[in-house]
Every structure is written in structure tokens, then in C-alpha cells.
């Protein structure tokens, strides 16, 4: 049976099995389930008690001070009420919870997160926008179309300036050491290669600014708009950088009204939730050959239009960048590095003697130039020094020319 408690904290139920237990039982009761001592209850069927402000005004109630009466001779009954004064403070039990999750499964912390783990589009992104050194976009297209047919993938890192309203303009493109297929771009990074060209654009006053790469022709009759592989790669890479704007940039061909092939740039920042979930391990990095390339594979469920699932749409992860060129200070004439043909110093005396009416300063401002004399000079000092010259358009002191015109003379 149930008898209601009505105290300073409201009315409450007690569950009492048998009707003829003692007060002193009833006692023992209250104290287990609505957490007051025995030793600070003090009982009575008149409502007055509730009135008594002193300990002393409470002992003037005494109908249920004798611990042997059976409550059932005092007329308590199933719905009954008892009212109880106490003093001090006590904790009231809450309602029993029951294990959450389907059929009582127990959820752990990391289930708790991913049901908060929704996944939603970022409508703007930390670029305003990407413009592109006409001459540098137009040499790095040309190769892959030309000469790699967009056959095979090409990647390359973008270095520039980013200002303070969030302007990327890239300048050059590094395209390091690498292996494509039709499919997958793999990046044979040499970081003593690459500290040369951070050197160059220390000088130059540059950075580096994104991830340039080529979709290849199999890839353009899919449906999507980069695929898993391509989402994780661009989204590592701009988690190694410390830079919000980073950019990466899509290259591919797309048939125009007169069905010709055009060559396409598409810029994207991987959104900041994306670059949250793959720093926190969510995404699975190894992918099945029959798995959906428009589809990206987490380790846990996330919530995405409200249905838990563990395969996300790639789309979401992107935050659409726009476009535009520029003329930067650079040209973008010299043979490229980590490309089909070996760069010598013959590659270096015929640039050089083809530019033999510009400025000795004009001569050099090339990336992809600095980049070779970088490898005969000191990455610490020298490199920087040279390259900060080509970015004032100074004169280039004569101990710089005399060793670059017998490097070349070498050849």
C-alpha cells in the first residue's frame, strides 16, 4: 500500500508492504526512501505539526511518539496522511533512469558525443577569395592537360599572400616529388626540398597558401565533387596548416556548350567541423576499392538531417570559394621541378641567355629558378638573401651573379 507524506517539501508516497508494521518500522521506511534520519522525524496525523516553528512546539505532538503502536490502530491505512516536520537539510532521491539507447543498451561517452555530432554545411568561409598569377595557373593546367591528358592526378602547394580581409593571392606553385594515377595522388614529400622553398618564400615575403590538384577524365563522369580520398587528403593537409584561409584548389576538364573540353578551376576550404572530425580521429582513412567515392566513412555515428549514420556526402564538407587573377611579380618560364625532364645547369644557361636584355634581378624573378640555385647555396642565409632581392627587385649583389653566371656556365 502507499501512505502520502506531506512534509515542508510537499506530498510524497511511501510504499509499505504490510499494513500492520510499527512506527518504528515506518520510521525505517522514511528514512530509506525519502532520506530523512530516524532520530530527526518527528510524526503526527495532525496537519498542525506542519505549523510548529521550534523542537519544542514539534514534542507537543505525540499521537506517533510511542515506537511499538502498529500504525494500522492510529486508523493509518493505504492513501492515508502523515505529516512530518524535520530539521535541517536533506536530499530527495529522483526518479530511477532507465540505461539509454535501444532495447536498455548502456551508452558510453563517446556514444553521447556522436548523437551530439551533427553534421551540417558551413555557409561561409575564412577566404573571401582565391586569385591566381595568371602565368603560374597557366603553366601548371597546361602540363596536366597537355602533357598528362588529365590521365593521371598532379598536385601542387600554392604560395602567396593572404591580406587582411582574407584575399589569398597565389603567386607560385611547388609541385613536389609524386606518384598519380586516374584514381589516387600520392605525395612523395622531401622535407629537405621543402625547406628550400619555405627559404625562397621567406625571401619573397610569401607563404603557403593551399592544395592545388587535377580531377583526371574517368573522374568527371561520376557523381560528385571531390571524392573520399580526395576530402582526406585536402582535409589533412589543411589541418597541418596553422593558416584559416587555406585554399584548396580542383583543376579539371568540363565539355562546354560547342563540346569541346575546357579546363576548370574549382577553390573549396575544407569547412572547420571537417577539419574537427579528421584532427579527432572520426574519419576512416582506409577505403574499400568498392566503396562510394561521393561518400565519406566515419568510425562513429553522427547525425546528418536528423538520422544517425556513419556515411556522410562529401558536399557537406565543402565551403565554396571564389575566384579570380591577378598578374603577380613573378614569370613562370622556367621548367618545373619533380616533373618527366631533368633540370641541369644547361636548362639554367639557356633561360638566362634568353633573358640576357632584362636586369640581372628580372633574370632570376622565377620560383621554379631560385628553386634550382637553392640547392648550391646556404638554405639559412643565402637562399633567403637571394630571393628577398627578386622580391624588391634589387640589384643582386656581385658575388651572387658571378657564382650563378659560372653555375650556368658550367653547363
Same mark, same amino acid.
Given at each position: 500500500m502507499f501512505i502520502r507524506i506531506r512534509s515542508r517539501d510537499g506530498l510524497e508516497r511511501l510504499q509499505v508492504d504490510n499494513p500492520n508494521i510499527t512506527i518504528a518500522q515506518l520510521r525505517t521506511l522514511i528514512e530509506s526512501q525519502l532520506r530523512v534520519p530516524v532520530h530527526n522525524q518527528t510524526l503526527s496525523t495532525n496537519q498542525s505539526l506542519l505549523l510548529a516553528k521550534t523542537q519544542t512546539e514539534m514534542s507537543g505532538f505525540s499521537d506517533m511518539s510511542n515506537a511499538q503502536t502498529l500504525i494500522s490502530t492510529?486508523?493509518?491505512?493505504?492513501?492515508?496522511?502523515?505529516?512530518?516536520?524535520?530539521?535541517?537539510?536533506?536530499?530527495?532521491?529522483?526518479? /530511477?533512469?532507465?540505461?539509454?539507447?535501444?532495447?536498455?543498451? /548502456?551508452?558510453?561517452?563517446?556514444?553521447?558525443?556522436?548523437k551530439q555530432m551533427r553534421i551540417t554545411r558551413q555557409e561561409n568561409p575564412h577566404c573571401e577569395l582565391v586569385s591566381f598569377d595568371r602565368d603560374a595557373a597557366n603553366g601548371f593546367q597546361h602540363y596536366v592537360n597537355e602533357t598528362l591528358a588529365f590521365a593521371v592526378k598532379r598536385g601542387g602547394f600554392m604560395y602567396g599572400t593572404v591580406s587582411e580581409e582574407g584575399k589569398v593571392e597565389v603567386d607560385f606553385i611547388y609541385e613536389p616529388p609524386q606518384q598519380g594515377t586516374e584514381d589516387n595522388l600520392i605525395l612523395l614529400r622531401d622535407p629537405e626540398e621543402e625547406r628550400l622553398v619555405e627559404a625562397i618564400a621567406l625571401g619573397l615575403g610569401m607563404r603557403k597558401v593551399g592544395f592545388i590538384f587535377t580531377q583526371t577524365i574517368g573522374q568527371t563522369k561520376k557523381d560528385y565533387t571531390l571524392s573520399n580520398r580526395e576530402i582526406l587528403q585536402a582535409v589533412e593537409l589543411q589541418g597541418e596548416s596553422d593558416l584559416k584561409e587555406w585554399v584548396t584548389v580542383m583543376v579539371k576538364l568540363e565539355v562546354n556548350d560547342d563540346g569541346g573540353a575546357d579546363v576548370h578551376f574549382e577553390a573549396f576550404q575544407m569547412s572547420d567541423l571537417c577539419v574537427k572530425l579528421f584532427k579527432d580521429g572520426w574519419f576512416e582513412t582506409e577505403i574499400a576499392a568498392d566503396a562510394e567515392p561521393k561518400l565519406s566513412k566515419m568510425k562513429k555515428d553522427v547525425v546528418v538531417g536528423g538520422k544517425d549514420t556513419r556515411e556522410v556526402d562529401n558536399d557537406f564538407f565543402l565551403v565554396v570559394v571564389k575566384i579570380f587573377d591577378h598578374q603577380?611579380?613573378?614569370?613562370?618560364?622556367?621548367?618545373?621541378?619533380?616533373?618527366?625532364?631533368?633540370?641541369?645547369?644547361?636548362? @639554367? /644557361?639557356?633561360h638566362l641567355d634568353r633573358a640576357k636584355n632584362f636586369p640581372f634581378v628580372k633574370?632570376?624573378?622565377?620560383?621554379?629558378?631560385?628553386?634550382? @640555385?637553392?640547392?648550391?647555396?646556404?638554405v639559412n642565409s643565402d637562399v633567403p638573401a637571394l630571393a628577398g632581392c627578386v622580391h624588391a627587385q634589387a640589384i643582386v649583389p656581385e658575388g651572387y651573379q658571378i657564382l650563378i653566371e659560372s653555375m650556368a656556365a658550367s653547363a
Open positions: 492510529l486508523g493509518i491505512a493505504h492513501g492515508s496522511i502523515i505529516y512530518l516536520a524535520y530539521e535541517g537539510e536533506r536530499t530527495i532521491a529522483g526518479p /530511477k533512469i532507465a540505461p539509454a539507447g535501444s532495447f536498455g543498451r /548502456k551508452m558510453t561517452m563517446d556514444d553521447l558525443i556522436a603577380g611579380p613573378l614569370s613562370s618560364t622556367f621548367p618545373v621541378e619533380n616533373r618527366n625532364n631533368p633540370i641541369t645547369m644547361r636548362t @639554367l /644557361k639557356n633574370r632570376i624573378s622565377d620560383f621554379h629558378v631560385l628553386l634550382l @640555385l637553392a640547392r648550391f647555396l646556404d
